[in-house]
């Protein structure tokens, strides 16, 4: 096997690198792009999770955000080199397949629903840290029924809060309601209860709208969980007096090994 070449990301990819290492892989981690001697001898790139947010760079936490332009990548490596990435745009897969590279992308649904646990778990914690009350008795919403927001309303239940989830479709309300919550349609949003102090944003939609906005309690804050182009426009909603919390990327900020070790897994397992 020769270079395994790990490109930008997060505290993840550190605890990626260490996992993968330990099974033998020759993996070499770089959050800058240099002119180096070993280009010619790579045969996997693992880009991060996700890929990219913007379609041109290659997702850089660490470091420039500009560092590795896709199109600039490509040409630097071999023909035939192996790509894993998480969710890789269709474009960048096109790309790579015509420089006779093969794609794997690792952004499996089993591995989404491994990280929505530590998802879940860290916008508690910000939660835990916003608020000034207890967890205990608060009512809260949950925007969404998918992998974050059922692990969401089920350990925040069980945690005693009073929990209401907004859901579009019939089957998510039925299943809020088993996990113990309150289950409500996307039109209820404009009747938001005056007590709700945390609402957990899911949906990679603007739901809430200017007038949903404007009818949200001042004392409820918005946790902004969701891909692009999220729930709602932040900007908007603190012109408007309300709290937000940005929360992209919480497995990588708050728990990169449990995170990392699941990547390293994932993409044994795709590597044969």
Same mark, same amino acid.
């Given at each position: ?45 693992? =880009? ?26 490509? *040409?630097? @490596? ?44 860290? %916008? ?6 916003? =608020? ?56 209820? @949003?404009?009747?938001? *209860? ?18 949903? =906005? ?7 804050? =918005? ?35 449990? %995170? ?7 993409? %044994?397992? @795709?590597?044969?």
């Amino acid at each position: 096997m020769g270079v395994v070449w790990i490109v930008g990301g997060d505290h993840r990819q550190a605890y990626l690198t260490a996992s993968l290492k330990r099974r033998g892989w020759p993996v070499m981690h770089s959050v800058t792009m240099t002119d180096v001697d070993f280009y010619s001898q790579i045969t996997s790139l693992i =880009l991060p999770f996700p890929a990219t947010r913007d379609g041109i760079y290659v997702t850089n936490a660490l470091g420039d955000s500009k560092a590795f332009p896709f199109a600039g990548l490509l *040409s630097k @490596l071999p023909n035939g080199v192996r790509l894993f990435g998480g969710a890789i745009p269709a474009t960048w897969k096109e790309m790579a397949e015509k420089r006779g590279f093969s794609c794997l992308d690792y952004g499996t649904d089993a591995l989404q629903w491994k990280n929505a646990c530590p998802s879940a778990e860290g %916008a508690i914690r910000l939660c835990m840290e916003a =608020l000034p009350v207890t967890l205990f008795g608060t009512e809260m919403g949950v925007l969404g029924f998918g992998r974050i927001g059922r692990l969401l309303t089920e350990k925040l239940t069980a945690l005693g809060s009073k929990i209401t989830v907004f859901a579009r479709r019939e089957e998510s309300r039925v299943q809020a309601l088993l996990a113990g919550a309150i289950s409500k349609t996307l039109d209820d @949003l404009c009747r938001i *209860s005056p007590d709700m102090r945390m609402l957990f944003c899911t949906v990679p939609q603007r739901i809430l709208t200017s007038n949903i =906005l404007r009818i949200v309690p001042k004392t409820c804050i =918005l946790m902004e969980l969701s891909s692009a182009p999220g729930s709602f426009d932040p900007d908007e909603a603190k012109k408007l007096g309300l709290s937000v919390i940005s929360a992209p990327g919480i497995p990588g900020k708050f728990y990169p090994e449990s %995170a990392g070790e699941l990547l390293a897994q994932t993409i %044994a397992e @795709l590597s044969g």
